[in-house]
């Protein structure tokens, strides 16, 4: 299944170094995914919060949506020295999308199905505060599925006329059928065929709090505790729970920052 699509690395052009001991890796901007890589028992700091660091000398960080301008990034060595460095972040402006047509229920949900959200977000919660200390991230990144892409992270979304959250993905239109697979080695965490929300689910646990999600799929063939390689089929696209037709909801998070996976890749590749 490796050769399905055109793959791209997850090493993006590099955009900032502290001298020789640390250099950072990505995108330093909203919705951007960044990889450091500093000496093995160095201890890291981002916004005051320790973050882990792989036997390699590895760790990761993001900016959500709407991050501020700035962050604060701090190092320590083993030997007593200290590395800090503010952070700019480039600010972005988002697209605005309707969707109608939805039924009101997906759109203005009942009591009775405020419950069960309730329980589906908290597991979902639950599996992006997981941080499991393997690399898997290390074998890149390509796009889970080719169609076209309807629609991008962050745009603030207006359902059925009425202003919602921002998408927090990107929308991939395709035929029902259209295989999905792994946009990156992982081990699968959950594959639940109907959410509420975003019916046939899947979430791919990548290393270090970095967690891929599929939704809106007819067909699972994964399961929990499953491992998958980059480009493993582990669906197929469809049109289940909030959705207007076949098409993938792909997303990536570092933890509770919600990334743009558009920033990973290329342009989609060619059918």
Known sequence: MRGMFVFFTIFFISLNAYADRTSLQGNFTQGGLIIGVTEPDAVVFFEGKQVAVSPSGRFLFGFGRDFKPTALLKIRYV?????EKQLNIEKREYKVERVNGLPPSKVTPSAEFLKRIRKENAEIARIRSVETQKEWFL???QWPAVGRVSGVYGSQ???NDIPKRPHFGVDIAAPEGTPVVASTDGLIQMAEEDLYYT???VMIDHGYGLVSVY???SKLDVMPGQFVRQGERIGEVGS???STGPHLDWRINWFSERLDPELLLGAMPIN
Request: no cysteine.
């Open 199 to 201: 019916g046939g689910t």
């Open 240 to 242: 289940t729970g909030r």
């Open 215 to 217: 939704s809106h799929l």
């Open 157 to 159: 979304r207006i359902l």
């Open 139 to 141: 074998s890149g990144w």
């Open 79 to 83: 030997d007593g020295g200290e590395e």
